[in-house]
T-cell receptor, first 111, second 113 residues
Framework: GNSVTQMEGPVTLSEEAFLTINCTYT??????LFWYVQYPGEGLQLLLK?????DKGSNKGFEATYRKETTSFHLEKGSVQVSDSAVYFC??????????FGAGTTVTVRA | DTAVSQTPKYLVTQMGNDKSIKCEQN?????MYWYKQDSKKFLKIMFS???????INETVPNRFSPKSPDKAHLNLHINSLELGDSAVYFC????????????FGSGTQLSVL
């Protein structure tokens, strides 16, 4: 079945540091890939997505590129802010109408 | 206005009790979901409804019974609560089945004592 494996946290960074969260997937066919973010006390919200190989999703300074050859969709941001402190979820969607989430990575950015 | 709202936000109850969580979306979406998030933040789908019809039922114990009176509402009733049911339950909606942009509620933290 479809599954997502993402880097375990927690991750603690200083402001303006570079952030990478690794995500790899296993899927049949050609899934769409997503990053969702959960800010403290809130539900998840879609951060970015990519629907085919070599697509790059981007939003709020975050980027992730769909790499079919390495089955990866790593999330990056060049300069994080305190407001980026959240839990980040990698997810994929196949042909079964289900969104499968990774385990979440907690990121804390210190001033 | 909150797009996806669920109540209550916190629920503390004893083992063996029956409880319900309500969810409403005002986005006009056709599809609604219930997800369970455990203490390690792992998120797993429980149910999905499209236009009041059950689409996904992910091997959830039959103590959990979703009900969708109309496409804007998806409630979750849980019978005979167990310690292992303690988690955060998220309601979500999307425009249609297969649309992966989900809008989540802020969660209901259920604690079973």
């Amino acid at each position: 079945g479809n599954s997502v494996t993402q880097m375990e946290g927690p991750v603690t960074l200083s402001e303006e540091a570079f952030l990478t969260i690794n995500c790899t997937y296993t899927a049949t066919g050609y899934p769409s890939l997503f990053w969702y973010v959960q800010y403290p006390g809130e539900g998840l919200q879609l951060l970015l997505k990519a629907t085919k190989a070599d697509d790059k999703g981007s939003n709020k300074g975050f980027e992730a590129t769909y790499r079919k050859e390495t089955t990866s969709f790593h999330l990056e941001k060049g300069s994080v802010q305190v407001s980026d402190s959240a839990v980040y979820f990698c997810a994929l969607s196949g042909n079964d109408y289900k969104l499968s989430f990774g385990a979440g990575t907690t990121v804390t950015v210190r001033a | 206005d909150t797009a996806v709202s669920q109540t209550p936000k916190y629920l503390v109850t004893q083992m063996g009790n029956d409880k319900s969580i309500k969810c409403e979306q005002n986005l006009g979406h056709d599809t609604m979901y219930w997800y369970k998030q455990d203490s390690k933040k792992f998120l797993k789908i429980m149910f999905s409804y499209n236009n009041k019809e059950l689409i996904i039922n992910e091997t959830v114990p039959n103590r959990f019974s979703p009900k969708s009176p109309d496409k804007a509402h998806l409630n979750l009733h849980i019978n005979s609560l167990e310690l292992g049911d303690s988690a955060v339950y998220f309601c979500a909606s999307s425009i249609s089945i297969g649309n992966e942009k989900l809008f989540f509620g802020s969660g209901t933290q259920l604690s079973v004592l």
